[in-house]
């Protein structure tokens, strides 16, 4: 196996170890009950960034086999909503910047998947959540505008917001460690641009707090 493909393994290992931390750590904080507010998908995107969306769907099935295996309360339809969720996420991000690996790449990446990953699980709740809980469609097609479209938005906001943030300072100190090379994100610098992202992706953040503030959405532990 050629060196440059151990550490393409190696790396993807950590994030996907890194990725079922944070999802252990967060997984006690529920929305209405019964959705996760985990922030996994920011660190697999990560990966599908880096190395392309194979790798992040590898990234994908992993974190979400183990979570199903071990801390997961939501048997088999938790493990296809989680599937859907951050594999759409992982796939959309990772095909964008694989073709445009640039500042510009970074932030359409970032406002496509959430459009993406939100429709993708308004659709994947209105037929697999009914089946779950063994209610009426109707009672779930109610839910979408109060609960369950403000949850996926705000969701994928984070988490897209997140990968803004850390994407360029985590891989540039995996370049420094030699674990990556430098071509893998040549063309995403720090400048002026950075800056500005930076500033986009914390009023993002704060913008998604308000809205589930707002519509008095209960996170609860």
């Not at 960034?49 to 071990?70: C, D, H, K, N, Q």
């Not at 030699?178 to 992202?197: D, H, I, M, Q, T």
């Not at 008095?216 to 532990?221: E, L, N, R, V, W």
Request: hydrophobic letters at 55%.
């Amino acid at each position: 196996m050629k060196k440059i493909e151990i550490k393409k393994l190696s790396v993807t290992a950590m994030l996907t170890a890194t990725a079922f931390l944070v999802t252990f750590l967060t997984s006690m904080f529920k929305v209405g009950g019964f959705l996760s507010l985990d922030l996994k998908d920011a660190v697999i995107s990560v990966v599908s960034l880096l190395y392309g969306p194979i790798y992040g769907l590898a990234s994908v099935f992993t974190v979400s086999l183990v979570e199903f295996i071990t801390i997961s309360t939501t048997g088999i339809y938790g493990l296809v909503m989680n599937i859907l969720s951050s594999g759409t996420f992982a796939l959309t991000c990772g095909l964008i910047y694989k073709y445009r690996r640039n500042f510009t790449g970074a932030v359409l990446a970032s406002g496509v998947t959430v459009v993406t990953v939100t429709s993708v699980m308004l659709i994947a709740n209105i037929f697999i959540t009914p089946l779950y809980f063994q209610m009426p469609r109707q009672a779930v097609l109610d839910m979408l505008p109060t609960l369950l479209l403000p949850f996926n938005l705000f969701k994928s906001i984070m988490n897209a917001s997140i990968t803004l943030l850390v994407y360029k300072p985590f891989t540039t100190a995996l370049r420094k460690a030699r674990l990556v090379s430098g071509v893998e994100n040549a063309n995403y610098k720090f400048g002026v641009r950075s800056v500005v992202l930076f500033i986009v992706s914390l009023l993002l953040l704060a913008c998604a707090v308000c809205v589930m503030l707002l519509l008095g959405i209960d996170i609860q532990k």
